[in-house]
DNA sequence: TAAAATAATAGACAGTGTTCATTTTTTTGG
DNA sequence: CCAAAAAAATGAACACTGTCTATTATTTTA
């Protein structure tokens, strides 16, 4: 069979990764199935590796559209903050783990063969969610720290998903945490609490 | 067959979990395979399956020793520390995880399915990790606070996981970022900064 | 309308985890 | 010492996986 109905090739590949998101969602990482996608939108499993070329490069693309819901989740929910963003940033990061476990664990748990390098749109993906974060950073930054606003924009990210993933895969449970979202937001506060507020102004970091 | 030379079950157990360990630690989760294992023993695949049932439970089992193994490890750093122990602390967990990459992200890349319970070494492994940590930070804080000690370390350990996550799969490297240590160690001692020498006595913290 | 290009197929291959009837070995009891 | 019971080990079979590729079908082009 050639061309079926008016599908065109970028359609196709769209249709793939919207399916493949979809399983990824349901059945998670280690379960997902090539096979299985191709099966659901009625095409076989040669087309898939005609189309993607390896099952890595399939991961990709499909991780690619998570990061970018993320974003549009966080632009989102900083649109509609009360003020508090740096509260609305680490919300919004929890959230989205949370209402999308599987898919929000496939990226991390997606470890790519050092032979395949991933494809720009991943990296360029990555990094706007990167800038949304270091823009709020930076916002509550005084002048003479905030060309620090990258590096510790970094740290924080880094601290943040620390504690999303011991909350998502039972770390914190088997701790006897019952509230990580809180707890990363007082890291959160403590690190920009000397800049918030100025130094020496108090600040009601809530615990 | 039956029994062959000398082994008792005990210790059939114990060489299919240290071969399942070099395994793991070789060629990572994603590749690893029982079969193999069971291969490089001199056994059958149905032996590992008479032993430990499935792939979840060996997993856990390869799993629980390296836990041990990174406990052993930080006990070791905390012994021969030069007095900065938060420090050592820090960069022992950092040091195992960049000495032993397959094996440490084997812990978090294992996911196991609901229906699987863990087996209590396992859980307590853990727990003595975490204990290790708790002690040095209540070590730390002043009698008044020192209550919050279990919790501000369950914190503490998730930053620095978070950033040792990020050094190790590449996302710090993607953000231009080159001493994750230090950014974790930094973010550890803001958090301790007010405890461990008072509220306004000068600290040196290294960025 | 014939030829070239493109798209899609599905069988084959080498793996995997898992199960289980069968065989081998060891232990036990008289 | 040897037969019977218990324990240990086997490996073929099953249903899956990702990957490759020769074949077939369709569309586009000339």
Redesign the interface.
């Known amino acids: 069979m050639g061309r079926r109905s008016d599908h065109s090739r970028a359609e196709l590949e769209r249709m793939i990764i919207v399916e493949g998101h979809r399983q990824l969602a349901e059945v998670?990482f280690?379960r997902f199935s090539a096979r299985e996608v191709a099966k659901r939108i009625g095409y076989s499993i040669g087309t898939i590796y005609n189309v993607f070329g390896t099952h890595d490069r399939l991961i990709l693309a499909i991780n690619t559209r998570t990061f970018r819901l993320w974003a549009d989740h966080l632009r989102a929910r900083l649109q509609a903050s009360d003020g508090d963003r740096i509260r609305t940033l680490v919300e919004g990061y929890f959230s989205f783990a949370r209402e999308n476990p599987n898919l929000w664990?496939a990226i991390?748990?997606h470890?790519l063969p050092p032979d395949v390098t991933m494809p720009p749109e991943y990296?360029a993906e990555?990094?706007e969610l990167?800038e949304i974060v270091t823009k709020e950073v930076a916002a509550v930054l005084p002048q003479p720290v905030r060309a620090q606003a990258?590096?510790l924009a970094?740290?924080l990210?880094?601290?943040?998903?620390?504690?999303c993933?011991?909350a998502l895969?039972g770390?914190?449970a088997?701790?006897?945490?019952t509230n990580?979202l809180e707890?990363?937001l007082?890291?959160v506060r403590?690190?920009l609490k000397p800049a918030e507020g100025g130094v020496g102004k108090p600040h009601d970091a809530r615990s």
Chains 1, 2 share one sequence.
């Open positions: 998670g280690a664990m991390y748990d470890r990296e990555r990094a990167t990258p590096r970094r740290s990210i880094a601290t943040v998903h620390g504690h993933t011991f895969n770390t914190f088997l701790m006897g945490e990580p707890l990363a007082a890291r403590e690190s």
